[in-house]
């Protein structure tokens, strides 16, 4: 599951891009790898999750639930599932959000997740798409 994860806007909006097959292993490094982002602030932290490449991902919504331990950090934000070609992960992280009581929102573009979280999120600035990944 290669993945890159960047800030947007730093401190607030985490941008992460999926892709290929996703193991059971490397939920559990990606897992790790957001909480340690989201600790490191202190502010409401929104994710921004980028999956339309993924090919594969584990079949038991349960276990991937238990390897989600991030979703219970108290400074979550809004979860948005970019996908425009609406990928397997999609209705994983959809059912995530629905399992944790997170903020869970689908668009198919960067753009329109940014312009739904300035909405939704006022004390952010102007977000604007920079191409930190494929869009």
Known sequence: ?????????PG?????????????????AYNADLIKQMRSERHLIHAVLHHDNITRIP????????????LDEPNIGWI????????????????????????????????DALTFLKNEDTTLPDLRWGGVGDD
């Open 1 to 9: 599951m290669p993945y890159t994860m960047s800030w947007l806007y």
């Open 12 to 28: 607030r909006v985490l941008y992460t891009r999926v892709s290929g097959s996703v193991s059971l292993d490397e939920l559990h």
């Open 59 to 70: 079949r038991d919504v349960l276990t991937v639930r238990r390897a989600l331990t991030a």
């Open 80 to 111: 948005i599932h970019v996908s425009e070609s609406r990928s397997p992960w999609l209705y994983v992280g959809l059912l995530m959000s629905r399992m944790t009581g997170t903020r869970g929102h689908v668009t198919t573009t960067v753009d």
